[in-house]
């Protein structure tokens, strides 16, 4: 299967490597890439289908999603064994050509990073303080897949490095914003209500030394010779 061919059943194909190299960069308070319609409706229905339980579901985690390690939920192995739509997903998204387009539209090699796939799920009383990413990822993907009420005013904050929001990302469904983490992508959630669940899909593509390898879509990446 070609990596933008469609599913058996299915119409339409993977659209965001060409999305992403017709998008031009917004620079402020930090090089990002706003997206819209991001991943293909049977992943969207997947991660929307997928109920992980009671206990992934965060609400004031004390700013931190550290907190709550021992709850949070990955599109692992296991996870891509059980449902097709979430292993073509991730196959798309591992996919060299998606990796090329990332790589010269965004400027971060990722010849050695590996493929983590975070489903969030968050409800009232949930915020995340100002935060970069850096260390161990080299690219940084949040999709919005939530529907509840006033759902599209529940995007990542952009910030200063002072904390103050200075710009939102769309919380309309399968949105996402793009950004190359660095130490100046200060990103969070400013506290604010939400009425219902507040779900989200982080891609992330990590180095080497990233230690929680349980994490990864397909393990540690093997680079050839």
Known sequence: MRPDAPLPGQTGSFT??????????????FAHWMLENVLEPPACDALVDW?????????????????????????DPAVRARDARLDRMATLLDSDPMRQTFEAICGSPLDEAALRLELCLDTDGFWLEPHTDIGA??????????????AQQWGTDLMTPQGESVARASGVFN????????????????????????RTLIVNFVDKNWRAVHELAFGPRMVRA
């Not at 793009?178 to 990103?187: C, E, M, N």
């Open 16 to 29: 965001l490597p060409d999305r992403l190299r017709h998008t031009p960069a917004a620079t402020y308070p």
């Open 51 to 75: 109920n992980p339980g009671e206990s992934a579901i965060a609400g004031d985690v004390g700013g931190r999603r550290e907190t709550r390690n021992a709850f949070r939920v990955f599109v």
């Open 137 to 150: 990822k080299k690219l940084t993907l949040l999709i919005s897949l939530s529907r509840g009420e006033d």
């Open 175 to 198: 949105s996402g914003v793009l950004f190359i983490p660095s130490d100046k992508t200060w990103h969070g959630f400013v506290q604010r209500p939400i009425r219902g669940t507040r």
